[in-house]
Structure formats: structure tokens, C-alpha cells
């Protein structure tokens, strides 16, 4: 069954095609209408020239004997009166006067021209003494019918994309959310299925970041949630000042690991920097050294961005370094041709070649690391997310004496 939009179009095109036809054919109508009225006056004045009033019915005869022969038709002439004048050939009907124009058996013409002087010269033959009859409208509703059977592959080709289009979107709006729709072409309807395409994988790859993040959160809560709960437990038998440390140590756990869920959360979301500003790459480090304890060197330069997200950027970096790494860790600042590079070492045992590319996956655990030592959570994620968001990238290059290094490339700030 075809769809109500190929119905709307395919009509909508036969209905223009009509209407045009229709009228062309009025206008061609009233064209030959208006031709053979000039052409019937000027055979009127021919035939009234040939067959003057003042001629006696000899030389009548004589003459329509003349076009009898030559025309092979039967010729008659009346009067005013419609009596009889003279005639040639065989005889014509009675009723002959009453119908000015008829076709008889076969290709037999019979026609009636009324003369100035009100005589009537009637003509039986085999080919009119007229234009040549024509149907216009005919033609035309045939040239409409065939543009009409030519548009029916186009008009169906357009909306058989659009319903595959429609089936997409219902499928992905059920819950399909591998779902997609051929993008074939380069018109309006290929376009609008490559920005469904476009936004079906922003959504899909959200849904999976969202699930794997909840998935991952949840499990990495337990642990120090347990832990918290015995601290109190035992809290409550002994207080005590090591077992109140305990405690205050897993709630800022738990509250970091929140704050960086929600900010992972946060920035799957933006497309787009708030409010960037203009930020000294190389102050910000020393900043957050000066903090850690991290060796910084290098030279200024200066990026535009979010200072509070790049701040986390390089505090994570550093925090990562010193939790699974081994001191002494620096962190460099350089530039390189148009961008500026961020490199924060440590002398740890680095992580596996095969594994470079997935240390960077929230919750990441490096194999070989059990459960209860836990993973890396959303340090190097974040790191990440907002090298990304700042239109850089972050990489993590392996050292020959050992440990690991990971290297943030930014953009500097236009001159």
C-alpha cells in the first residue's frame, strides 16, 4: 500500500499536468475557432467571386460542372429561398441546407457556404474544402499522460527514501538505537538523513558513556562505602582519632568520586567552552606543583580556555602520577610550532604498551591489578574529555628508563 505522501505528490502533479493541459487546449480551441471563421468567409467570397448573383443559370451550371469534375464532388447552388439553382453530379440530400458541416459513410464531406448575396452553394466530396479537423485536447492528454508516466519512478523514488527515512526514526524512537537510514545522494532528503545519522550516534555513543559510567560508578562506590561502614562501626565501639581519620579519608573519597561523575556527566554534554578565557599554561602548572609537591619547568604560554576545567586537567595528571606512579614526578610546559605541550612524569612502572590506549577509559584497571586495590577511576578520562573539549588531545608515551609519561597537546592562543 503506498503512502498518503506519494498519493499527495503524484496527484498533486497529474492534477497540475490536467489543468494545464485543459487550458492550453481552451486557448487552442478558441485559436482554430477564430481560423476557421476567417477561413469560411474568405471561401465565402471566393466561391460568391467565381459564381457572381448577376450570372444566368447556364453559366452556373457550366461552372459547377467545371468544379464538379475537378474536385469529383456533387455541387449544388440556392437561393435565398433555399430553391434550387443549379447543380452538378449527383443529387444532394433535401435536409442538405440544415446542417452546415457533416461526415458521411466512408470519407464523404459534406459542407454548406453561405454566399454575401444570401445564396447557399452546398458540396458533397471525399476531402473537405477546409482546414483539416484537429483535436487538441486530445494531443495535449497525451502529452499529459506520458509526462504523467515518466514522473511516476521519480515521485516514487523521492518518497520511497522519505519512508525509509520515516521507518528509521520510528525504529530509533521505539528504542533501536543502532538504527539508521540510508544517506545515498546529495539533495534536501539525503542531507536531513545524514543529520539523523550524525545525531544517532551522538545520542548511542551518549547512552553507552552513560551506561558504562553507571555500570563502572557503582561498582567503585562499593568499596568505599564498605570501608566507611566498618569505620563507623567500630567508631561507635572505640572512638578514636585514627578511626574518625578513617572515616573523614572515605567520605572525601566518595565525595571526589561524585564530583568527577558529575562532571564527566557535565561535559558529554557540551559541545562548547562557557566562558573561555585567556590562561597562562605554564602559571597554572606551577600552580597546582606548587600544590602537589611537582616539579614544573618550562616556558609561558598562553591558551584559551576554562581555567577551573584545566586546573582539574593538570591536577589529575599530577594526583595520578603520584598515587600510581613513583616519585620524583615533574611536569614540563613547551611549545611546539603552533600548540603547546603539557608532560607530567613519574618513575613508576608505567603501563603496558598494549594497554596505552585503554588508560584513558573510565574506571580503567590495568591487568594483573586485583579488585580490592581498585581502578584508576575518572582522573585520566576527565583528562581526556577536557583536552578535547579545548580542541587538544592527550597521548601517553612510554619512557626507556622506565615510568610513565603523559603528554597533553593544546592550541595557543591566536596573536
Known sequence: MRSRLFLKIYLTLLASLAAVAVASAGFVWLGQGEEDLSWQSQRARFVAALIPADMDRRSVEATLERFSRTFDADIAVYDPHGRLIASAGRPLPRDILERRWRRDRGDVHTMVTELPDGRAVAARMERPFRPAGRNPLAYLALIAGVIGLAAYPVVRHLTRRLERLRRGVDAWGRGDFVARVPADGSDEVAAVAKSFNKAADHVERLIKSHRALLANASHELRSPLARLRVAIDLYEQAPDEKRKEEIVRNLAELDTLVEEILLASRLDH??????????????????????????????????????????????????????????????????????????????????????????????????????????????????????????????????????????????????
Not at 315 to 329: C, E, F, K, T
Request: glycine letters at 14%.
Open 270 to 415: 557540551v559541545e562548547k567552552l562557557d566562558a573561555p578565557e585567556s590562561v597562562d599554561l605554564l602559571a597554572l602548572v606551577s600552580e597546582e606543583g606548587a600544590r602537589n609537591g611537582v616539579e614544573v619547568s618550562g616556558t609561558p604560554a598562553i591558551i584559551t580556555g576554562d581555567a577551573r576545567l584545566l586546573g582539574r586537567l593538570v591536577r589529575n595528571l599530577m594526583q595520578n602520577a603520584l598515587r600510581h606512579g613513583r616519585p620524583p614526578v615533574s611536569a614540563t610546559v613547551a611549545r611546539v610550532g603552533g600548540a603547546v605541550e603539557l608532560k607530567v612524569r613519574d618513575h613508576g612502572p608505567g603501563v603496558p604498551e598494549s594497554e596505552s590506549a585503554r588508560v584513558f577509559e573510565p574506571f580503567y584497571r590495568p591487568s594483573g591489578r586485583s579488585e580490592a586495590a581498585g581502578g584508576w577511576g575518572l582522573g585520566l578520562a576527565l583528562v581526556r574529555q577536557i583536552a578535547e573539549r579545548h580542541g587538544g588531545a592527550v597521548r601517553y608515551e612510554s619512557q626507556l628508563g622506565g615510568g610513565a609519561c603523559f603528554v597533553v597537546k593544546l592550541p595557543l592562543r591566536p596573536a
